[in-house]
């Protein structure tokens, strides 16, 4: 993981701190006591209970591990135009036009992007594109498919 600076919006950075808080205080503990009782079964080698517990706790541990790094190096990244006009940066929501159909999607950080909620890293080749765009510009993706042309109908 790349920890010089990991970009993220300011919903993006409270769902981080979020989820790092429900895991140490709800699943971490009952991950751990989890463990315990199954130790408490008796002989480990053959306690699929407790190897199963030990995995779980391995998992959440991890999880919790790269959500701190993430914390830690975590850049905000504040929606401003200094030019005055609407640009497509992190943060910002950009409707596009692609052949006869109309799309809007969220652009934000690599660590955040969910393509179901239509959440697209700025490190995605049509987050890249789209960045420092505008109302009425025009890009092109090359995709499996085919070049695709998206056109900007807003920026928000």
Known sequence: MDTQSIQLTH???EEILAELKQLKEEKLPKAIERV???????????????HSAR???????????ELEVIAQH???????SKTGKKTVSIGTK??????NSTHVYHIV???????????????SP?????????????????????TMKYTIVTVE
Do not use: C, M
Request: proline share 3%.
């Open 109 to 123: 950080g690599e660590w955040e992007a969910n393509p179901i909620e239509k959440k697209i890293s700025h490190e």
């Open 55 to 65: 995995e779980d706790l391995a998992f959440i541990e991890g999880k919790v591990q």
């Open 11 to 13: 919903d993006g950075y």
């Open 74 to 80: 975590a850049q905000v990244v504040k929606k401003t």
């Open 94 to 99: 950009v409707t596009v036009k692609v052949k």
């Open 126 to 146: 049509l987050g890249k594109a789209l960045l420092g765009k505008e109302k009425g510009d025009k890009v092109e993706i090359e995709a499996p498919a085919g």
């Open 36 to 50: 315990a009782t199954a130790r408490s079964f008796g002989d480990l080698s053959e306690n699929a209970e407790y």
